[in-house]
């Protein structure tokens, strides 16, 4: 089935392949939004939503009365700016209750489920996890992370702590593994009990510092480029692209943990590393807790294509370690479209915000 883009989106995606390519190069000025309109066959509007985009991720940037300049450099993730370092004391308020899912619409389903499940809740799910929740991720990371896979390549498992051993079973405890610093402490944790060594890496302004980053003898680097937790940190267009220039040597991994990016403000969520790369050596991370509750400890990873083999044969003996009727509670959410419209009612609130 054939679907059209959003006018303002191809307008964003040809300016940014434009800005990729260096055919608008850091440091001049993008066409007026009257002059692209009138080019381009578009309405003013229709450009200022692609200008606004193209601004939050941060590959052009606007300046009272003198118009829109693009700051994405190719080759240059490290500035004055990104030299800072942060504190692990800083936290990111939010308010309580805000972003809880709707208890009355998640008791509806539960029940539902029970009803048209039955004594299929009572059958142990495959070790990567139910089938049915496998398939409604790979609608939703579709729709709305630009991760397009098959099934075969999610894994179920009870929480990111829990993945994040199963990758190091996977990829083997004789690397080092480069981590942001500060980060969720429970990384770290997880990784050093597992007999990994750790390289902390510190963060800037925008991601890890280039020059760490430069220096590290990490063959697998840990990454949370929405939202770094307790700095709040988001990387940059810049920043990614980096990451990914890191990626590309042969043997090293990126494993891409997208804490909190469902609730990103913008009007298009930002491009993982896992759907830009082409490397096939990404590995993306994410749970529910946050987005439905805490207490509902499923996460799920999407493996590229060519590591589906090397799970199976290192760590695919493992037993799914969530219970089917959670996954099929999920599965529900995701098909009806409760999940996503939790999402926008939140994103919706936080924009109302001062």
């Not at 118009?67 to 309580?96: K, M, N, Q």
């Not at 029940?111 to 039955?118: A, E, K, N, P, T």
């Not at 593994?177 to 009990?193: A, M």
């Not at 510190?202 to 937790?229: W, Y």
Request: glycine letters at 6%.
């Amino acid at each position: 089935m054939r679907t059209t883009k959003p006018a303002y989106l191809a307008l964003y995606e040809s300016l940014r392949e434009e800005i990729l390519t260096d055919i608008r190069p850091a440091g001049t000025r993008l066409p007026s939004r009257r002059s692209l309109a009138r080019d381009r066959g578009l309405s003013e509007v229709t450009v200022d939503h692609g200008i606004e985009l193209l601004c939050e991720e941060g590959y052009a940037e606007a300046r009272p009365r003198s118009g829109v300049w693009v700051t994405y450099r190719a080759g240059d993730g490290f500035s004055v700016s990104s030299a800072r370092t942060f504190p692990a004391a800083v936290s990111l308020p939010r308010a309580e209750g805000r972003d809880t899912f709707p208890f009355p619409t998640l008791a509806k389903v539960m029940r539902r489920v029970l009803s048209d499940y039955g004594e299929a809740l009572l059958i142990k799910p495959p070790n990567t996890g139910c089938e049915t929740l496998r398939e409604a991720l790979c609608s939703y990371l579709a729709r709305n992370r630009g991760i397009r896979v098959t099934k075969e390549q999610i894994v179920i498992g009870s929480g990111a702590e829990y993945l994040y051993g199963l990758v190091v079973e996977m990829l083997g405890r004789d690397r080092i593994w480069g981590l942001e610093s500060p980060s969720y402490e429970k990384i770290e944790r997880v990784y050093r009990s597992r007999g990994v060594v750790c390289d902390l890496l510190p963060l800037g302004a925008d991601g890890i510092v280039s020059e760490a980053l430069q220096a590290t003898k990490a063959s697998v680097l840990h990454i949370t480029p929405f939202r770094s937790f307790p700095t709040g940190i988001t990387a940059s267009a810049s920043k990614r692209q980096e990451y990914l220039r890191w990626v590309s040597v042969p043997d090293r991994f990126i494993v891409e943990d997208d804490y909190e990016s469902e609730f990103s403000l913008l009007r298009k969520p930002e491009e993982t590393v896992f759907a830009a790369t082409r490397m096939q050596n990404v590995i993306y991370l994410n749970t529910f807790s946050r987005t439905v509750s805490p207490s509902m400890r499923v996460g799920y990873m999407v493996l590229p294509e060519r590591l589906v083999p090397v799970f199976r044969e290192k760590v695919g003996f493992y037993s799914c370690s969530v219970p089917a009727f959670e996954q099929y509670v999920l599965a529900e959410l995701l098909k009806n479209g409760e999940f996503e419209r939790h999402i926008n009612r939140v994103r919706r609130q936080e924009r109302k915000m001062p």
